[in-house]
């Protein structure tokens, strides 16, 4: 079964930039389409990226489009998402999770069920 294990949270003062990473153990993230999500507390998860089969095709949530970029590495088996422009709206924990496709393309949508998750990684954000 795949395992996601995410990190790269932490404190950060507002404006300042942090990158989140999610790997993968047991099976490589070929095939599949791996997405961030965040939680804040009293609020539903949402989800803020994704990135394709194919790492060409990406989709950003518009609270943290233009600030934030998804990518992924096929030998590290490692998906980032690198934030800058932190804002103390950004506080939540954030996830990310996979879903495995048929096929190799450009497609990604947040609003998949994504079956495989990780445990999440707490991002704080300091006005």
């Known amino acids: 079964q795949l395992q996601l294990v995410a990190s790269g949270g932490g404190l950060v003062q507002y404006g300042g930039s942090l990158t989140l990473s999610c790997v993968s153990y047991g099976f490589t993230l070929d095939y599949y389409v791996v997405g961030w999500f965040r939680q804040a507390p009293g609020k539903e998860r949402e989800g803020i990226s994704c990135i394709s089969t194919n790492g060409r095709g990406t989709n950003y949530t518009e609270s943290v489009k233009g600030r934030s970029t998804i990518s992924r590495d096929r030998t590290k088996r490692t998906v980032f998402l690198q934030m800058n422009s932190l804002k103390p709206e950004d506080t939540a924990l954030y996830y990310c999770?996979?879903?495995?496709?048929?096929?190799?393309?450009?497609?990604?949508?947040?609003?998949?069920?994504?079956?495989?998750w990780g445990q999440g990684t707490q991002v704080t954000v300091a006005s």
């Open positions: 999770a996979a879903v495995r496709r048929l096929v190799n393309d450009f497609v990604c949508e947040t609003s998949w069920t994504y079956d495989s």
